[in-house]
């Protein structure tokens, strides 16, 4: 299981990989699960955080990147089971209730294809039992009650509500703001709002942090984030 760690000691755990990632942060306060994939990865979910050498294994928070179910569609079974809250931006909550938030805007051809295709068929394939989110972010903030050295920033664009979590101001989870499945390319196939998205880049340039960990693919470098977000800023605002 790939596992990292800040300077201060915060270890940070994937427990999900392939289809979606999904990031377990244990504190002295309790486990902190992001995103938590696939009804179908709900099994291997729980085996792997049961995996890990753990004072207790049960969820006391979970935080949603964003609401697109493959990211989200396990928060209604573990928030029931382990009577964890669930924390997401205010923007998406209406998502949550109703259990399916539209599929994002492909970034080039056959991805707007795969959107519109999938938009079509909807819920029926892409929903998730509803839920309730008991913490709604609207703006940058800090997890006090759940340890120190963990923030949230919105990082927009994928779609409205997305938010990142940054982890000792060293290593940001982005959910989709970045993809990790090229080899030098961060930029998403789906996205909302690219401008948004390119804005959200330069945010958490402004962080001190020099990993970044997405919902898809492997670790992203700072390196390749700061020339990714030099390229597209230039490309959207050319002088």
Same mark, same amino acid.
Request: net charge neutral; hydrophobic share 30%; glycine share 6%.
């Given at each position: 299981m790939k596992t990292w760690q800040t300077k201060n000691g915060i270890r940070i755990y994937q427990v999900l990989k392939g289809r979606s990632n999904s990031y377990l942060i244990p504190t002295e306060k309790g486990n902190i699960l992001v995103d938590t994939g696939k009804t179908s990865a709900y099994k291997r979910l729980r085996q792997n955080i049961d995996s890990i050498n753990l004072k207790s294994y049960k969820i006391d928070l979970i935080i949603l990147t964003h609401s697109h179910f493959d990211h989200c569609q396990n928060a209604s079974a573990i928030s029931e089971q382990d009577l964890c809250k669930i924390a997401m931006s205010e923007k998406e909550a209406g998502f949550a209730a109703q259990g399916f938030m539209t599929l994002p805007k492909g970034t080039f051809g056959i991805a707007r294809i795969i959107s519109s295709f999938g938009n079509l068929i909807g819920q029926r394939r892409f929903g998730y039992h509803p839920f309730t989110p008991d913490i709604l972010i609207s703006k940058d903030s800090e997890l006090i009650n759940y340890g120190v050295g963990i923030s949230l920033i919105l990082t927009e664009g994928h779609s409205r509500g997305s938010v990142s979590v940054v982890v000792d101001n060293e290593i940001a989870l982005v959910g989709d703001a970045m993809i990790g499945t090229y080899k030098n390319s961060i930029f +998403?196939?789906?996205?909302?709002? %690219?401008? $948004?998205?390119?804005?959200?880049?330069?945010?958490?340039? $402004?962080? @001190?942090? %020099?990993?970044? !960990? +997405?919902?898809?693919? *492997? @670790? %992203?470098?700072? *390196? !390749?984030? $700061?020339? $990714? &977000?030099? *390229? &597209?800023?230039? *490309?959207?605002?050319p002088k």
């Open positions: +998403p196939p789906f996205a909302d709002d %690219i401008q $948004e998205m390119i804005k959200s880049w330069g945010r958490l340039l $402004e962080t @001190e942090c %020099i990993t970044f !960990l +997405p919902g898809h693919g *492997k @670790e %992203i470098n700072r *390196k !390749l984030l $700061e020339r $990714e &977000y030099n *390229k &597209y800023s230039l *490309k959207l605002n």
